[in-house]
């Protein structure tokens, strides 16, 4: 499944986001398929109880430059050092959130254990190989912690 592209508008209000505007977006599974709400800043209260993934964003201009992004490689080696070696179950969580949004990885399915313990199934496209990720999303500081930290190490 591949994350669809934001919407520029608020799901709630219809209104048009404008460049510089904070704005939040949840994936929802539905009908087998992931489904995008994007909700202007004004709007957003928390996500809904079923919810895949949600994050915070920025409107770019359209005319701006966007900021060069580090190359697949380079996400997939740090998904691996992060998959084997930390204890940053939440960092793990939204690095696989991103390399579905890259189109690295393809969101396969959510599971639930007996303890209420929810589990992502992410399908690794280039290793041909499916990884099993703890759901730990953050709150919202741990995940501006968790951006600032990807924004340096890559």
Known sequence: M?????S???FLSGRELLPG???FS????EDEALVRRDFAGENWKE???KFVGWWKSTVQNINEKKVKL???EVL?????KIRTNSGQVDLLYVLSLLLIRRRLFRYDREEEDENG???MFVYAIKENNTFEIPVAMPDLQRLEEIQNQLAELL
């Open 70 to 72: 580090a190359p697949n």
């Open 47 to 49: 996500p809904p109880e």
């Open 21 to 23: 505007e904070t704005f």
């Open 76 to 80: 997939l080696n740090l998904f691996d």
């Open 8 to 10: 520029r508008n608020c």
């Open 26 to 29: 949840i994936l929802l599974e």
């Open 117 to 119: 313990q929810k589990t």
């Open 2 to 6: 591949e994350v669809p592209k934001p």
